[in-house]
């Protein structure tokens, strides 16, 4: 492998140079082929959400309905989101889910389940989200597999762990 030189490097990464920041990075890893689309579009989402989160900070709630909705609609989170409901539901209870049903106590329910899911080691659903896309991205790019052989990955291991626990409950 071919060493580049320091000076080489500066000039490319250093504080005013084309890829000092993590836009600059994507836009190249894309331009070069490093990364497909869909992964191209996620990072940029993940970074217009942190680029918010940081400059917009007493806007920035993973309860806003934008925020929510734009984490959702990351690639990566739809491919893995069904695995993530199975695994980390949170039921309502029933006291809960009645209210639900009632449009004044719909909020007071969310609460305490929030609450609740809290004081059991939870956290929020869309920051959970986020954390996970943030995760696949990063197993993409180290991987170089895109986010659809991600899934396929996760699948083939969630049946694998699935067939032992049957075998060693038999």
Partial sequence: STKIPQSVQ???????SPLATFSGKVKMAYAIGLIPKETFRDLEEVR??????????KDFDFLNGTVGRKIEGLVCVQ????DFIQRYSFPLKDSEQSAVGESGN????????EARARLAGYIKYHK??????????ELEIKSALPATKM?????????????????TEA
């Fill in 10 to 16: 500066d000039s490319l990464f250093s504080s005013n």
């Fill in 48 to 57: 217009k959400l942190r680029n918010q989160a940081a400059h917009l900070s």
């Fill in 79 to 82: 491919l893995l989101k069904k």
């Fill in 106 to 113: 719909a909020s007071k329910a969310k609460v305490k389940t």
């Fill in 128 to 137: 959970a989200l986020l954390a996970i896309a943030v995760s696949c991205l």
């Fill in 151 to 167: 899934k396929d990955l996760v699948e083939a291991k969630h049946r694998d762990t699935s067939a032992k626990s049957a075998q």
